[in-house]
């Protein structure tokens, strides 16, 4: 008698997924038919310029907004978040670009804002501040963030110092999926390779990450995924073996468009025409 081989056991869930999500303010629609997945320990790169529907779909994920369309799975489960609690309570954390942060408070205090920590009982009770001072220290430490003292306050942060504080308070209060809305925006080069070298240790650490960008100088270092939207659609969704820098930055561009542009512009304004010329330059950069 022989043994019967063992079944492979069967492929977990990704933490979160949407199919064919959408979503209509009465008449407007703000995103439509857009299906992506979000893994324990990948990166999930969502691009597009202004307009083209990130904003709406990170609300979706974080409880903002309910979706009109399509489903939204949480570890396999169809589910609704009707609040931000609920994506919480759920492991869905968002960083926003305002970051929700007291630029007056000091670093340990905004750390653990709106959970902290108490010790006594009755009218003696009171902050467990060196517990908050200690654990903001160690948790910064653990993602690699270096600071001078977490008594500063934090308007005495640079921004990429700011934006991975608000990283390390979302690992630290349990987020499974990590959703980070433009994080590199309005920073520097240093500043943003900074900010990308703590997505890439949020990963390695087994979150999924969702970086929304406009950039994909920023995301392709770090993603795994990459998925394109354009007013309110998704243009294409992509793993990193399928796509270089040079095609996701083409896309981003929109080439097709920028080659009708240039010869509806050779057309009127003639061959010869210096602007018809810088936009078939930048088609064929």
């Excluded at 921004?159 to 209060?173: K, L, P, S, T």
């Excluded at 433009?182 to 970086?211: C, D, F, W």
């Amino acid at each position: 008698m022989t043994d019967k081989p063992e079944a492979e056991p069967a492929a977990k869930p990704p933490f979160v997924a949407v199919r064919g999500i959408g979503k209509r303010f009465g008449g407007v629609i703000a995103l439509s038919d857009v299906t992506t997945e979000v893994h324990a320990g990948e990166v999930t790169c969502v691009l597009g310029d202004n307009g083209a529907g990130k904003s709406t779909l990170i609300k979706i994920l974080a409880g903002v907004h309910v979706h009109t369309e399509g489903e939204l799975l949480i570890d396999g489960e169809v589910t609704t978040l009707d609040s931000p609690r609920e994506a919480l309570g759920a492991g869905i954390a968002t960083v926003y670009q305002d970051l929700a942060v007291v630029p007056l408070m000091p670093v340990w205090r905004n750390f653990f804002l709106g959970s902290e920590p108490t010790k006594g009982w009755g009218p003696f009770r009171r902050l467990d501040v060196a517990f908050m001072k200690k654990t903001a220290k160690d948790e910064l430490a653990t993602m690699g963030i270096d600071l001078r003292d977490v008594d500063q306050t934090v308007g005495t942060l640079s921004g990429g110092e700011r934006q991975c504080v608000a990283i390390a308070r979302a690992v630290h209060f349990g987020a499974r999926v990590l959703i980070l809305d433009e994080p590199t925006a309005a920073l520097g080069v240093k500043q943003s390779g900074m900010v990308l070298k703590h997505i890439a240790k949020a990963r390695e650490r087994g979150l999924g990450v969702v970086l929304i960008t406009h950039n994909p100088h920023h995301a392709y270092p770090v993603g795994d995924r990459f998925m394109l939207l354009r007013r309110g659609k998704s243009i294409g969704e992509f793993t990193k073996s399928e796509i270089s820098l040079d095609e996701l930055t083409s896309l981003m561009a929109g080439r097709a468009e920028l080659e009708a542009l240039g010869e509806e512009l050779e057309h009127s304004l003639g061959p010869d025409s210096e602007i018809a010329k810088s936009v078939k330059a930048g088609v064929e950069a």
